[in-house]
């Protein structure tokens, strides 16, 4: 752990209760982030579930191979809405008396991105519920924890990505372009058929999109045995989001700080 976090730990821990307290106090502000998914979820696998004839999809399972994706897309809204939440801290004025505590700049962020995290583990958590009652197949511990720990990854650079916009544009009226970005980001993957059936402008940006790598770890267990070869591009990819975003956010922190 970096030595700033562990001796500045229990205020780390103080900003994300303040963030997860919002759940208790404002429950109707969860609603979209663990609606939407699901309801994706659930229209995609009956729009596009004839997909699995197309010879070499791979699978006979639709519900099983876009679970993934609606897993990812929960974990983007929520990393977005806490972008929204800075956004509107700073217009209250309350993030200036923040940036005026002796707390270091990465502590501040870290307890703000950090609550995403948490936060994106309550939509993952309904959509599967959904999914299994309706005939997804078992990841197996292994492939749940791989799910997991995408979903909590992605949540996290996309809480980076929130607050980058936010500490930029310093109003939720940047709201729109901080969640659009997830959900492109999202969207042009391999989330509604496999690589080799994608065409055209889509192959191209699917393969070079990194959300891709997370999308084939945390899909993996779904659709069958989970294997380090499928794993280890997806974990490289969540730190290297989290690294690049969260640089971009403490750029935004300093600026504002200054």
């Known amino acids: ?31 979209p982030g663990v609606l939407a998914p699901t309801i994706f979820f659930l229209g995609l696998t009956a729009v596009f579930g004839e997909l699995t004839e197309l010879g070499g999809f791979g699978t006979e399972d639709y519900q099983s191979f876009i679970i993934g994706v609606s897993l990812l ?43 995403a995290a948490l936060r994106a583990l309550i939509p ?30 992605l949540a ?30 999202v969207l042009c993957t391999t989330s509604y058929a496999p690589r080799e059936h994608l065409q055209g402008w889509l ?12 999308l084939e770890m945390v899909r993996q267990g779904f659709l069958g045995t989970v294997t380090w070869h499928e794993t280890w591009p997806g974990l490289v990819t969540i730190v290297a989001l989290v690294a690049v975003l969260a640089a971009f956010a403490l750029r935004g922190i300093r600026r504002m700080a200054d």
Do not use: K, Y
Request: a positive charge; glycine letters at 10%.
């Open 73 to 115: 897309q929960g974990s983007g809204f929520t990393g977005a809405a806490t972008g929204v939440n800075l956004a509107r801290d700073i217009e209250a004025g309350w993030f200036d008396r923040l940036l005026a505590s002796p707390a270091p700049r990465p502590v501040i962020l870290a307890g703000t991105v950090l609550s």
């Open 1 to 31: 752990m970096n030595p700033a976090l562990a001796i500045h730990w229990p205020m780390v821990a103080v900003l994300v209760r303040r963030a997860m307290n919002e759940i208790l106090r404002v429950p109707g502000a969860a609603i």
């Open 203 to 214: 192959h191209t940006v699917a393969t070079i999109n990194p959300v891709t790598q997370v």
């Open 124 to 153: 993952a958590a309904v959509l599967l519920t959904v999914g299994f009652a309706i005939g997804v197949s078992w990841p197996g511990f292994d492939g749940l924890a791989l799910a997991i720990i995408g979903v909590m990854g």
């Open 156 to 185: 996290t650079a996309a809480a980076c990505w929130g607050c980058a916009l936010a500490l930029r544009f310093r109003t939720q009226s940047a709201a729109p372009l901080m969640q659009a970005g997830m959900f492109v980001l």
